[in-house]
């Protein structure tokens, strides 16, 4: 690297970082507003309960609540690794 | 007769709330209004400092709740403009001290004796004091600065304003929200080591209402006790003008987002 490019160089743009995780959590958040509080943890203890039989990470699992009329919808999604291996017993 | 009642909240500490709550009611009270001022932050009174009628206190807000003083007795009139008062916080009581009821007693009250706007001026935190000072308003201000854990925090705000208010219990139609970029430094943006106004306006999907920069008048302002609207030569207490006038429904164009240009002495000279 020559002198010139030394003198040159720039900051590093820090606000497109902070600006790309502020749009990943922002969302994130909005999603699980005005959920139940419970959510976080039921989703930790299903997660000890999968990982017995199978490999799965956190973030496989997806719980959401969905109000309709009159009443509610708890969903859960699990992501299953590709080849699942059950684990022996 | 009602007042309209604004509240200026944020969720973080420290990024402008009380500075814009004074500049705000005294910049309504420029433009004729009858303005009361509530400090919400009990324990840690400062409104009072920043208004410069610190010495003037005999009874707060918390008095007026519980009966031992009348509305009269605890607003200040301002020394500067004889249409804007100031209801101090308590220093003593502590956070339990207001109620609900008390909070909406008092408003009420405000709005037969005529005032036009009260403005709120809530504690840091998403706690009882900040819940109270949002609970009844009809405007928000939501103070921001262009930095990480503001800007998330304005959203969990953004949020509450629009659930944990009576307008939304009621369904009396949303809150007006208002974001406010305070601490806005475009020397800084400009080379990507801060926030744009157009970052925080996408990420919070809300457009701001003005933007305040990042000013030494600020500090100076604080340190006299007279809010920065009134110094018309900052570019601080100019942007505020400006705020306050687009709340009023004005149109007026952002300023002060560009690095400000030295003149020709600035440049030979330094400064």
Known sequence: MGILDFLKRKPEPTAAVAKERLRIIVAQERSTRGAPDYLPLLRNELLEVIKKYVHVDLEAININVERDSGHEILELSVALPDHAEAKPG | ?271
């Open chain 2, 1 to 271: 007769m009602t007042a309209e009642i604004i509240v200026v909240t944020s969720g973080k500490g420290g990024v402008g709330k009380t500075t814009t709550s004074a500049s705000l009611a005294t910049g309504l009270a420029i433009a004729g209004k009858k303005v009361a001022v509530i400090d919400f932050d009990v324990g840690l009174r400062n409104l009072d400092l920043i208004m410069g009628c610190e010495r003037r206190v005999v009874y707060d807000f918390v008095n007026v709740v519980h009966g031992e003083a009348t509305l009269k007795q605890a607003l200040i009139k301002d020394k500067r403009y004889e249409n804007l008062y100031v209801l101090a916080a308590s220093q003593t009581r502590d956070k339990d001290a207001l109620t609900q009821e008390g909070v909406e007693k008092v408003l009420e009250e405000l709005g037969k004796e005529g005032f036009d706007f009260v403005v709120c001026d809530s504690p840091a935190g998403i706690e009882k004091g900040a819940h109270l000072a949002m609970y009844f308003a009809d405007h928000a201000v939501v103070v921001v600065n262009p930095e990480v854990s503001s800007v998330r925090d304005s959203d969990r705000i953004l949020g509450l304003l629009a659930s944990k208010t009576r307008r939304a219990e009621r369904g009396d139609g949303a809150i007006k929200q208002h974001l406010l970029l305070t601490r806005y430094n475009p020397a800084r943006v400009a080379v990507g080591e801060m926030l744009s106004v157009k970052d925080v306006e996408e990420i919070l999907g809300i457009n701001v209402v003005g933007v305040i920069p990042e000013s030494e008048n600020v500090l100076a302002a604080s340190n006299a006790g007279v809010p920065v609207i009134l110094d018309d030569n900052s570019f601080a207490g100019q942007a505020y003008s400006d705020t306050v006038a687009r709340i009023l429904g004005e149109e007026r164009a952002l300023r002060f987002l560009e690095v400000p240009k030295k003149g020709f002495f600035q440049r030979v000279f330094g400064g």
